[in-house]
């Protein structure tokens, strides 16, 4: 009889998820990635174990990059220096085609650049408090405080987009879709609007998706509609499936120029040809309106008709904070928009967590407050860290007027401190 022997082993499997074949992803999505693996690697991997197993779908450009990156740091850590082209030499000795192109490469440097210009930028909650008393303090050289110099590196880091990264939306049919020609989504970065509405309609709305915290495209950030926009407006809450709305602003009653966008009473509504919009209820609390919504859509499209295709009536909840007047910088009210923002997750907690419809007077203002905000509560739950800088960065990868001036980016700092003083510990509680 043979005795069966049984090992058992523990495999720890980091998965970085966006990051697509013969590209480069952003540069501080890989530092954090770098980050989150060496933390554990670090503390539960001991020196007798066997070796990190690096792989992408080739096992070569992605993973030589990552292997070049994370290397590098190393050496930086010991030896205070890089030495790219030294390492890329030893990749290439030991297998071919790691780091496959001269795009691959050049990210390595702007990463390595990256990790040496923006430093360490997160810290545990704990510390919040203290950290800000510390941010608001002027450097005696510089003259100025540590918000506005993490302000200033954000301003040099963010992307620029040529009018030819924005085509869809300078074109001669959509040009009349855009509040401002100067804020234009990139073609790579909006949603296409997918819903047939007739041959005068198009697939653009100024619109563009915004990343998460832990969920790319969690939130998509748009214009108040205009007069002829509303009927796009509701495809892409229904196109994209939106858990609910969010319109941090109230525009003067009766105003021409933004113009109503969903029934106030509790009569049905249709926005352009297609799309008819149900109340299905309403709740008024201090600051802050909710309505529950109906979106029914209409098939027009001759060939849809044909093929028996079908089109459910969605749900989603409009979100309204009435404290954030016409010209403000900030809400007159920190603890009315954080207790939106819990309403809001609550309310996609029930749902399935579809996209938030962001809307903003002019689609720049505001949203990126309550999307980066948004994303650091979430990094303060899952991880107990604080990390603004870098949620601003990402907020603004995609429309670079997002956290458009200094006050928008200090009051990120304060809607963290309050949602910790004040709501943290409750939802820790009922999370328990």
């Known amino acids: 009889m043979f005795q069966e022997v049984t090992e058992e082993r523990t495999l720890l499997q980091f998965h970085y998820t966006e990051w697509h074949s013969h590209t480069c992803p952003f540069g501080n999505a890989v530092l954090e990635f770098r980050r989150r693996v060496r933390a554990v690697v670090g503390s539960t991997i001991k020196n007798e174990s066997g070796p990190m197993v690096v792989h992408c779908n080739d096992g070569g450009g992605r993973s030589g990059v990552y292997l070049a990156i994370d290397a590098n740091m190393e050496l930086a850590e010991e030896e205070d220096a890089f030495d790219v082209f030294g390492y890329l030499k030893k990749l290439r000795q030991s297998r071919r085609g790691l780091i496959e192109n001269l795009e691959q490469y050049k990210f390595v440097y702007d990463t390595l650049e990256e990790f040496v210009v923006c430093g360490t930028s997160w810290f545990p909650v704990s ?184 089109a459910p009536p969605k749900t989603v909840q409009l979100f309204q904070l009435t404290c954030w007047p016409m010209g403000h910088k900030v809400p007159t009210s920190t603890n009315s928009l954080v207790e939106l923002m819990n309403m809001v997750e609550r309310w996609r907690q029930r749902t399935d967590y579809g996209p938030v419809a962001v809307v903003s007077p002019d689609g720049r203002s505001r949203c990126g407050v309550y999307c980066a905000a948004n994303a650091c509560i979430e990094q303060v739950i899952q991880h107990g860290e604080v990390d603004i800088f870098q949620a601003v960065k990402t907020v603004r990868r995609h429309r670079p007027q997002l956290v458009e001036n200094m006050t928008e980016y200090k009051y990120c700092y304060d809607l963290v401190l309050h949602y910790v003083l004040h709501y943290l510990n409750k939802d820790m509680n009922e999370k328990k």
């Open 127 to 310: 510390e919040l408090s203290q950290r800000l008393k510390q941010k608001s303090v002027k450097n005696p050289i510089t003259k100025i405080n540590e918000y506005q110099r993490e302000y200033q590196q954000i301003c040099k880091q963010t992307p620029r987009f040529t009018i030819g990264d924005c085509a869809g939306g300078h074109r001669a049919d959509n040009r009349e879709k855009n509040r401002d020609v100067l804020v234009v989504p990139p073609d790579n970065f909006r949603p296409y609007l997918t819903s047939f509405q007739g041959n005068s309609y198009t697939d653009y709305i100024n619109a563009v998706f915004v990343d998460g915290y832990t969920k790319p495209r969690e939130y998509i950030v748009t214009e108040w509609p205009l007069r002829h926009t509303c009927g796009e407006f509701w495809s892409l809450v229904y196109d994209y499936e939106c858990a609910a709305v969010v319109v941090l602003c109230v525009p003067p009653p009766g105003s021409t120029n933004f113009p109503s966008f969903w029934p106030e009473g509790k009569h049905s509504k249709k926005y352009g040809p297609v799309f008819t919009i149900d109340h299905i209820s309403h709740n008024h609390y201090t600051n802050i309106k909710t309505w529950i919504f109906r979106i029914n859509k209409k098939i027009v499209s001759l060939t849809e008709l044909m093929a028996g295709v079908k």
